[in-house]
């Protein structure tokens, strides 16, 4: 039962995503869309890496997608809003009225789009608050997956999207 509700809920949020005008909304929940959605490409990885010092952890969002997506999607979107990569039943996976995050559609696969999210903290001042989590999903080698970790992201979409690849060792720098 969950597999079924993770590809409704890949297919709903690219749907979602795709139908979405680019930031026009006004901010219902103390801050924009395009806010949100443009404080999750420039928010760090090191402030959502769980205590882990990762060796590149100083890379933004947006950048650390490209690298991982690189020349396989056809498509990414970006978008703001509440949370939709989410999981009542785990409060970890509870999500908020504020995220952002992006829709990613692989090269001769639209029907296995991909998506992230940047889970953030109640907005200050009419800004984003700070970013603390990663939810994403993705079909890998094993089918439809749901990742709370941005290396089982990227490990996973890279696998399968990538020709050879092979999931390199992690270089903690703790």
């Not at 909304?25 to 090191?46: C, H, I, N, Q």
């Not at 890496?49 to 991982?68: A, F, N, P, Q, S």
């Not at 700070?130 to 079909?139: D, E, F, G």
Request: charged residues 30%; proline residues 5%.
């Amino acid at each position: 039962m969950g597999w079924v509700l993770l590809a409704g809920l890949v297919v709903a949020t690219a749907a979602g995503a795709a139908q979405k005008s680019k930031g026009a909304k006004p901010a219902a929940r103390g801050v924009s869309d395009a806010a949100l959605a443009e404080a999750a490409k420039r928010a760090m990885l090191s402030e959502i890496d769980y205590g882990h010092e990762l060796c590149d952890g100083d890379r933004d969002i947006e950048t650390w997608l490209k690298d991982v997506v690189g020349e396989t999607a056809a498509k990414v979107e970006w978008r703001g809003g509440a949370c939709e990569l989410t999981n009542e039943l785990n409060p970890l996976d509870a999500g908020s009225d504020w995220c952002g995050g992006a829709t990613i559609i692989p090269k001769g696969h639209s029907k296995e789009p991909a998506a992230i999210e940047i889970y953030f903290e109640k907005p200050v001042a009419g800004k984003p608050g700070k970013p603390y989590a990663i939810r994403a999903v993705n079909y890998d080698v094993d089918g439809l997956d749901y990742k709370r970790d941005f290396l089982d992201f990227e490990y996973g979409y890279r696998q399968k999207y990538e020709k050879d690849f092979v999931r390199p060792e992690v270089e903690d720098c703790d």
